[in-house]
Each structure stands twice: as C-alpha cells, then as structure tokens.
C-alpha cells in the first residue's frame, strides 16, 4: 500500500500554509483556515493526484550522500542505506568534500546504482574528477604506498554543481552552506547545516575528533592553507562535528575546532590523526 494514502493531509496542508504565510507576515482571523482549507480543497476537486505531488517532496524529501566512498562498497552502502529504513531512490544528491579516492573515487558507480543523481564538488578539481585524473587527487602515489589496489582506478564522472565559499545546497527543507577548506587538499570544501538550533558540521579532512588534522606526503596537502582553514572553522559554533573518518562528535563539536586552533596558538602543529609509526 503507498504510504501517502495514510497521510494526515490537513495537518500537512497547515504547516505548508503556516510556513508560506509566516514568510509572507500575514495575519489570520479565527476562520482563517477553514475559508482557505475549503478554498483549496475547491479548486482541487478531480485532481488528488496533482496535490499528492505537491506535497510530496514534504513527505518524501529527497536524500543526500556527502561522500560517497571509493567505489569498492558500494552496493554495501547501499544496502546499508534500505536496512535503515531509507529508499535509496529517493538519494537525488552527491556531495562530495574533496577528491581524494577514498571520499570521491565511488562517484561514478553511485551515479549508475541511483540513476544519475546530481554531483557537487568544488570548482577547483571539478575537471579533473571529469577527466578521472588520478595524478591531480594523488590516486597515483596512493597507489604506490600501498593505500589503494593497483588496479583501482578513478572512473571518471560528470560534476553537475562547482560549490565555492558562500553557496548553498538546498535539499528539501534543509540548506548547506559550502566553506572552502584547504590544507588536506586543494578543492577541500566543509559543509554546515543549521537545523532545529543544532550547527553540524560535515568536515571532511579538514579536522578530526579531539583536534586532530591529517597532513599527508602530496602535492596539495599545505600547511599554511590547513591553518587558515582551522581559523575559518574557530568562529562557527559548531555543535555536532561529523569527520569524514573515525569518531563523530554529536555535542560540543566546537570544542574539537579550538583544540586544534590552541594549538596553532602556541605556534604548534595539531596531532596527526594517523601516526606515522
């Protein structure tokens, strides 16, 4: 049975004109509701099937992966996706914070397994992941030590959106707002979400749980670009930090932010998430 058919309508009716009207700043009188209810209701008479996809994507809003793995699990993340109770149908969004194959490197295989759904990624390395350039996201030289494969590959794939500081994603009700954030890599990118007075961070490589970075032996990883990241990062307000490996921080994500920023302060650089020995 399709689900919508059990949808209290008129209480979702009311929260999309409460919303609309709240935008609008209009008043309501006592009847208010009732004359605009049967108003609709009117002029829907004979097409139910044109306002069950108006209000569909309230329902059913689409779904968003940020980072998509390198491509070997795909059909595990997928499934792990239908096990939580999601329908992977519904992920019309890839946003990816960086290049890198382990972030990245599954973009194209996504793209097939859920009908091409659009793919944001900065506009810095946008055309080289067109190009499946595995020198540019240092997939070469992972490679050589022993990170990937040897017979892993880069697929190419299309970049539908160029994200650049100050853009936005917009993903049914919920928006993101995009911080360039180099320093583990050109074309780094974090992402805040601001919903229900929580500030998530979707953080990449940037920083990790308890203040830590990942600098790493490649062409693009910098220093001086890392630093200018963190102090980026110390003015959020973040309250959940989600890194793009190990442990997640759904309380006090700032605190992690200004451990690595301390650090800075005393002219230091912050702990290696992975240590070299």
Same mark, same amino acid.
């Given at each position: 049975m399709d689900p919508l058919l059990d949808v209290d309508w008129a209480a979702h009716w009311r929260t999309l004109v409460e919303t609309r009207e709240a935008q609008v700043g209009r008043s309501r009188e006592d009847d208010w509701w009732g004359r605009r209810a049967r108003r609709f209701?009117? @002029?829907? $008479? !004979? +097409? =139910?099937?044109?306002? +069950?996809?108006?209000?569909?994507?309230?329902? $059913? =809003?689409?779904?968003t992966l940020i980072d998509v793995g390198a491509g070997m699990g795909a059909e595990a993340i997928i499934a792990n996706v239908k096990q939580d109770g999601f329908d992977p149908a519904r992920i019309r969004h890839l946003i990816l914070t960086h290049g890198h194959g382990d972030h990245a490197g599954g973009a194209a295989r996504f793209s097939k397994l859920l009908d091409a759904p659009a793919i944001h990624v900065s506009g810095v390395i946008a055309d080289s992941l067109r190009r499946g350039d595995e020198k540019a996201m240092s997939i070469d030289v992972a490679k050589q030590a022993g990170i990937y494969p040897l017979d892993y590959h880069l697929e190419p794939f299309p970049v539908d959106h160029e994200?650049?500081? !100050?853009? /936005?994603?917009?993903?049914? +009700?919920? $928006?993101?707002? %995009?911080?360039? /954030?180099?320093?583990? @890599?050109?074309?780094? %990118? *974090? &992402?805040l979400l601001e919903d229900g007075g929580r500030r998530i961070l979707f953080a990449g490589d940037v920083i990790f749980f308890g203040g830590k970075v990942l600098l790493q032996n490649i062409h693009d990883c910098r220093l001086d670009a890392l630093i200018s *990241?963190?102090?980026?990062?110390? !003015? &959020? @307000?973040? /309250?959940? &930090?989600?890194?793009?490996?190990? /442990?997640? *921080? &759904?309380?006090?994500? +700032?605190?992690?932010?200004?451990?690595?920023?301390?650090?800075?302060?005393?002219?230091?650089?912050p702990e290696q998430m992975v240590a070299a020995w």
């Open positions: 209701a009117f @002029s829907m $008479r !004979g +097409q =139910p099937d044109w306002f +069950q996809g108006f209000l569909e994507p309230w329902l $059913r =809003p689409d779904r994200l650049e500081e !100050g853009a /936005t994603i917009e993903v049914g +009700q919920l $928006r993101l707002s %995009v911080f360039d /954030t180099p320093g583990h @890599s050109d074309g780094h %990118v *974090s &992402l *990241s963190l102090r980026k990062l110390r !003015g &959020l @307000s973040v /309250t959940d &930090l989600l890194p793009g490996h190990l /442990t997640l *921080s &759904l309380k006090e994500g +700032q605190r992690h932010i200004e451990r690595a920023n301390l650090v800075l302060d005393r002219l230091l650089i």
